[in-house]
């Protein structure tokens, strides 16, 4: 099993619609959960990130986190083609002591006109 | 504030060749990481450094990978010899400690694109 697991799409939605990214994860110790946008060729930069269950939001984007289900998904608002990308989801457990990440192969998004 | 800064950009080598990578971090950030981002696939963490000492290489292929972080700032990671499955992009990354676990943010810099023939 791995560690963080995402569909790898891809996800299409038309411009307006909202979309829905969703994650799993199998370490029960994670704390901290990232979603990153990758533009291809680029490198991830943070769009959201969420520690207590709910919901989060900023801007078009909601975070939500289930701990139980260990479960995190992203919804993305009124789609634009600009938000075609990939979007990786990445977990931290703060008590192994490191601060490491880790990545979810990411799901691509297409944002159709 | 400047970002995290990388070179090459883009390196092509034939397997068994040797090569190197530079970064930069973003000024007074302790933690600088680097990441192999195959094609398709997420960041893997290959080694994460504070300040001049490792914290974190348990997924770097140590007969052929080596990295290093004099005076704690710059770093470089080094492929000898290298294999064809070596090919991707390697990100550097850093974040500050001091921040805090809620405000928490490693920031990537462009990455390097190794394309091993």
């Known amino acids: 099993q791995k560690e963080v697991e995402q569909n790898s799409g891809p996800l299409s939605v038309p411009e307006g619609a909202i979309a829905s990214l969703n994650c799993t994860y199998s370490?029960?110790?994670?704390?901290?959960f990232f979603w990153y946008r990758q533009y291809s060729g680029k490198s991830p930069e943070l769009i959201m990130f969420?520690?207590?269950?709910g919901d989060k939001e900023d801007g078009r984007f909601t975070a939500q986190l289930n701990k139980a289900s260990q479960y995190v998904s992203l919804l993305i608002r009124d789609s634009q083609p600009s938000d075609s990308a990939t979007y990786l989801c990445?977990?931290?457990?703060?008590?192994?002591?490191?601060?490491?990440?880790?990545f979810g192969t990411g799901t691509r998004l297409l944002v159709s006109p | 504030e400047a970002g995290v800064a990388q070179s090459p950009r883009y390196k092509i080598i034939e397997k068994r060749q040797s090569v190197a990578f530079w970064c930069n971090p973003i000024s007074g950030h302790a933690t600088l990481y680097w990441y192999q981002q195959i094609l398709g696939q997420g960041p893997k963490l290959l080694i994460q450094?504070?300040?001049?000492?490792?914290?974190?290489d348990s997924q770097l292929p140590k007969d052929r990978f080596s990295a290093e972080r004099l005076k704690g700032v710059d770093s470089t990671l080094k492929i000898q010899p290298a294999k064809l499955e070596d090919s991707a992009v390697y990100l550097c990354?850093?974040?500050?400690?001091?921040?805090?676990?809620?405000?928490?943010?490693?920031?990537f810099g462009p990455g390097t694109r190794l394309t091993v023939t």
């Open positions: 969420i520690y207590s269950n």
């Open positions: 370490d029960r110790g994670s704390q901290s």
């Open positions: 990354a850093s974040s500050s400690p001091q921040v805090g676990q809620q405000a928490y943010e490693q920031y």
């Open positions: 990445a977990v931290i457990n703060w008590n192994t002591g490191f601060q490491k990440l880790v």
């Open positions: 450094f504070q300040n001049n000492g490792v914290v974190d």
